[in-house]
Nanobody, 115 residues
Framework: QVQLVESGGGLVQAGGSLRLSCAAS????????MGWYSQAPGNQRELVARITTGGSTNYADSVKGRFTISRDNAKNTVYLQMNSLKPEDTAVYYC?????????WGQGTQVTVSS
């Protein structure tokens, strides 16, 4: 069973950047769908960005043009480059890996954007 560990969160001013990393304990090559989700207090967990094994990506409308998801299968790591951050991006960010009906989550990393 693969475990996911997120890192890279923190406190940043509006307009700043952060890069989140999601390191897997095993190979992510077989996971056809890896994504980043965000959850703000009182809100449901929402998709931020996802990437397939083939490199196809999808983004939430709110982050298009600002965030970039990438995956390094050799390092078993998925990244989320977050630029031009806004206070409304403040949330806990979770990494997710899917393979068929199997899905696993990381513990999350807090991102706080101050105005």
């Amino acid at each position: 069973q693969v475990q996911l560990v997120e890192s890279g969160g923190g406190l940043v001013q509006a307009g700043g950047s952060l890069r989140l990393s999601c390191a897997a304990s095993g190979s992510i090559f077989s996971f056809n769908d890896m994504g980043w989700y965000s959850q703000a207090p009182g809100n449901q967990r929402e998709l931020v960005a996802r990437i397939t094994t083939g490199g196809s990506t999808n983004y939430a409308d709110s982050v298009k043009g600002r965030f970039t998801i990438s995956r390094d299968n050799a390092k078993n790591t998925v990244y989320l480059q977050m630029n031009s951050l806004k206070p409304e991006d403040t949330a806990v960010y979770y990494c997710n890996a899917k393979r068929g009906f199997y899905s696993t989550w990381g513990q999350g990393t807090q991102v706080t954007v101050s105005s």
